[in-house]
């Protein structure tokens, strides 16, 4: 449970690692890098601000718990700790294209539970 937990809790780190840098960049090619700088040191972290962060966190999680144990596992390996879909079709007996398909349902299963949330 602990090895699940952390998993969850670094693909939402690195959910908000992505926001950042695409607001950055955003910000890098609407103005200039000064203001980039400025608007990235007076983001917001309070715990209201992490709020939000928190419920995509518990919808990922949530989706996740839903999926096929094989599926899960397949994205958590690939996805969280690097493993190349070869290693992971080895070790479930399956082939790397049908790793790649579990990620890739896996994937859109965690975007449709989030994308659910925001339009309710």
């Not at 890098?33 to 992490?50: G, I, Y």
């Not at 958590?76 to 082939?95: D, F, P, T, W």
């Amino acid at each position: 449970m602990k090895t699940y937990l952390s998993c969850i809790f670094r693909i939402v780190r690195n959910l908000v690692i992505d926001h950042h840098r695409e607001q950055t960049f955003k910000q890098r090619h609407s103005g200039n890098e000064e203001e980039a700088l400025s608007a990235a040191q007076q983001e917001d972290v309070s715990p209201e601000s992490l709020q939000p962060r928190q419920e995509k966190l518990e919808r990922i999680t949530e989706a996740l718990s839903q999926l096929p144990e094989r599926t899960r596992y397949a994205f958590e390996m690939h996805r969280v700790h690097g493993k190349q879909q070869k290693e992971i079709a080895r070790e479930l007996g399956v082939s790397p294209t049908q790793v790649n398909v579990m990620i890739r349902d896996a994937l859109v299963h965690c975007r449709k539970a989030l994308e659910a949330e925001h339009n309710a």
